[in-house]
């Protein structure tokens, strides 16, 4: 049984930085694509960011390049979201998802994969994120 318990959201000012922690139990973690995404009152779901099995690749949304970084500690099971110079309109709900691997199958995700949020199975109750002006 895979879980994803997120954690490190919170009220923060404009300018601000918050760390989301996601913390993956379950199953290999180190096989374990893993996705940020956000939900704001009344918006659909978007990409944030993500990044590679073994934490060589991220990819970003445009809206939060330069300000946000993904990382991944597999020896620790959890990947993190270092949010910084945060922005009213960064305020939602995050949540953290996981695509797992199956042993013997490396079957190959480009970019637009990683973005999608239907390619992933495994999702996280989500953390609240709020920004103030």
């Known amino acids: 049984q895979v879980q994803l318990v997120e954690s490190g959201g919170g009220l923060v000012e404009a300018g601000g930085s918050l760390r989301l922690s996601c913390a993956a139990s379950g199953r290999n973690f180190g096989s374990a694509r893993m996705g940020w995404f956000r939900q704001a009152p009344g918006k659909e779901r978007e990409f944030v960011a993500a990044i590679t099995w073994s934490g060589g690749i991220t990819y970003y949304v445009d809206s939060v390049k330069g300000r946000f970084t993904i990382s991944r500690d597999n020896a620790k099971n959890t990947v993190y979201l270092q949010m910084n110079s945060l922005k009213p309109e960064d305020t939602a709900v995050y949540y953290c998802?996981?695509?797992?691997?199956?042993?013997?199958?490396?079957?190959?995700?480009?970019?637009?994969?990683?973005?999608?949020?239907?390619?992933?199975?495994?999702w996280g109750q989500g953390t609240q994120v709020t920004v103030s002006s």
């Open positions: 998802a996981a695509n797992y691997r199956s042993p013997g199958n490396y079957d190959y995700w480009g970019q637009a994969d990683y973005r999608s949020s239907g390619k992933y199975d495994y």
